[in-house]
């Protein structure tokens, strides 16, 4: 029930629309059911032996006139209806995008991307389809066939009272159809979420399916899901096509028609009657088929709504803290406390890291080592708070970052990764993203600290030139200069460079080292690397295996007694001998 009160809750926001619409749909109801009477009308005149041919023109000219009140009301609620769904699929859409941003880093390591964009997009079409034409069918039928069904009442409750016998049979088949479409309607949203989520796999790993050859492959394996959604959509469509709501509808008209003559003929009913009374009975045909228009989209609307409302609502693992401490930004120590963590929260998870406790003096230059998979990065992970530890703490100038609001903290960290994600935008923008009002001179004086500023002319249009979606057409170099320009820039008070170097040749890195070293006095600084120079340089330097913090150091004390540590430079030069230490 949640989604389905979020849903309204959205429609009915827009309380001066909604209101305006209602006004218009019964202006539109009354006119379509008064036409039948004043139909009646001149059908009463035309059997009088003195017939008034101007009271005929008269109601002549009231039909048109209701004809006309009735295309004017239809248009203002149909334009309303249409303006309505689409501010509130703007808002939908606006706050799933919100809620999107908002949501841990593990919640998106876990959804497909395909599945996020299909919930953004062509579910919010579904609910918007729902919405216009779907909520001016659904109260336009149900009003017409309330003031439809009184007037036939009104008329002839006899006749009325017949056709009623009828009824058990119209809802059995409504039912029917609406319990069969549920379940249908949502295997088509889901499977609709999947090929696009195929499809965007597919699209960005292009590369990496061209390599191996592999494009026949794939479209085989497109093609299935493609030919399973086909069959989910025609298995709706002969669904729909059994809808008999219609016929019995026309059934109901006929029978009127024949019970009426009766009536007529035995006295009981006058010839005017009859026809407005069977008028009447048709003008339920529009509104049969409009039900079973609504029931269709309403399965299909009220399955995207709840698959946008499910995602929305899945369990947020970083909360906000409810009375956050602010970073004032001093370089005080940072403690991990007994830190573990797991990425799979099942009862067999297996730790990517495992009590780790380690206090480092603020302003240090910190190097980090370790085999792949031996919890680097995820240990960084931790400190943005991407995710929280499973156990134990983390604690920056002796407050736990869990008290600390997650944007203040984000806004003191600079982070450079390996993989660096550029946006589709200018160079300028992508360096500037952090401290958007940044002056071009001090996104030079940062791009020529991080060895990009030459490159970077070397474009026709210089810091204007776009990058292409993910920085595809730079190297992967220039995507990490553009990087490490990126963080500097916002002037971090701690910086994380996570094998930053990795696609840059040891001179240009030794320049950059050279050129920011300055920049990382007095400033905390994480270093995931391999290269020697930096490591020897760390003042701190933390070696894990296996997600464990197996030892720490300096480059002295390490390269005397840690096996793991001095296989990194035993290939380059003559090591002393390994000393064993008595405590381990």
């Not at 799979?344 to 603020?362: C, T």
């Not at 030794?510 to 760390?538: G, Y």
């Amino acid at each position: 029930m949640g989604y389905k009160i979020w849903f309204l809750k959205h429609l009915f926001k827009e309380k001066l629309l909604t209101t305006v619409f209602f006004t218009f749909l019964i202006i539109f109801i009354g006119t379509v059911s008064i036409t039948p009477l004043l139909i009646g009308d001149i059908f009463e005149e035309l059997v009088k032996v003195n017939r008034s041919f101007g009271a005929i023109l008269i109601t002549s000219l009231y039909i048109a006139l209701a004809g006309v009140i009735r295309a004017g009301a239809d248009f203002t609620q149909s334009y309303i209806n249409e303006v309505l769904a689409h501010k509130v699929t703007k808002n939908v859409t606006e706050e799933f995008y919100n809620d999107m941003l908002e949501k841990s880093q593990e919640f998106h390591d876990r959804v497909r991307i395909g599945d996020v964009m299909t919930r953004s997009t062509y579910d919010t079409r579904q609910m918007n389809i729902f919405i216009s034409p779907g909520i001016k069918f659904l109260f336009e039928a149900s009003l017409i066939v309330l003031f439809s069904v009184s007037l036939m009442i009104w008329i002839s409750p006899k006749i009325t009272l017949l056709l009623a016998a009828a009824l058990p049979f119209y809802v059995i088949t409504i039912y029917h159809y609406n319990r069969k479409l549920r379940p249908i309607s949502k295997a088509q949203m889901e499977q609709t979420s999947l090929l696009n989520s195929r499809l965007q796999e597919s699209i960005t790993g292009i590369r990496v399916i061209r390599t191996f050859v592999k494009e026949e492959e794939e479209i085989k394996e497109f093609d299935i899901v493609t030919d399973k959604l086909r069959d989910i959509n025609t298995k709706r469509g002969i669904i729909s096509a059994k809808y008999y709501a219609v016929a019995i509808t026309v059934l109901i008209i006929a029978l009127s028609f024949l019970w009426g003559s009766f009536e007529v003929t035995a006295g009981n009913l006058a010839l005017d009657e009859l026809i407005t009374y069977v008028f009447l009975t048709m003008t339920l045909m529009m509104p049969t088929w409009q039900l079973g228009w609504t029931i269709t989209q309403f399965q299909i609307g009220s399955a995207a709504a709840r698959r946008i409302y499910d995602m929305k609502e899945r369990e947020e693992y970083v909360p906000e803290p409810t009375s956050p401490t602010d970073w004032t930004g001093s370089q005080g120590p940072i403690l991990f406390d007994n830190v573990s963590f797991s990425y799979n929260r099942g009862s067999s998870r297996k730790k990517a890291l495992d009590r780790i406790n380690l206090e480092i003096e603020g302003g240090s230059t910190v190097a980090i080592i370790g085999n792949p998979g031996s919890g680097k990065s995820t240990l960084m992970k931790l400190l943005m708070r991407l995710y929280d530890p499973t156990e134990g703490a983390i604690h920056i100038n002796g407050i736990n970052i869990r008290d600390m609001c997650l944007s203040n903290l984000r806004e003191h960290i600079g982070v450079i990764e390996q993989e660096v994600f550029l946006f589709s935008k200018s160079i300028k923008d992508n360096i500037a993203y952090g401290k958007p009002d940044a002056t071009q001179e001090e996104i030079e004086n940062f791009s020529k600290l991080a060895q990009a500023h030459d490159f970077i002319m070397s474009f026709d249009q210089g810091y204007e030139t776009i990058v292409g979606e993910r920085g595809v057409t730079l190297s992967g170099g220039q995507k990490q200069r553009i990087a490490i320009a990126r963080a500097l820039l916002i002037d971090p008070s701690l910086l994380i460079l996570d094998d930053a170097s990795s696609a840059i040749d040891a001179e240009t890195e030794r320049k950059i080292q050279t050129a920011i070293a300055n920049v990382l006095k007095n400033r905390t600084t994480f270093i995931i690397t391999h290269r020697l120079a930096t490591i020897k340089n760390a003042n701190l330097i933390m070696i894990l295996r296996n997600g464990q913090l197996i030892d720490s150091g300096v480059h002295n004390e390490l390269i005397l007694r840690n096996v793991d540590y001095r296989r990194l430079f035993e290939r380059f030069s003559e090591l002393p001998p390994l000393q064993i230490r008595e405590d381990v």
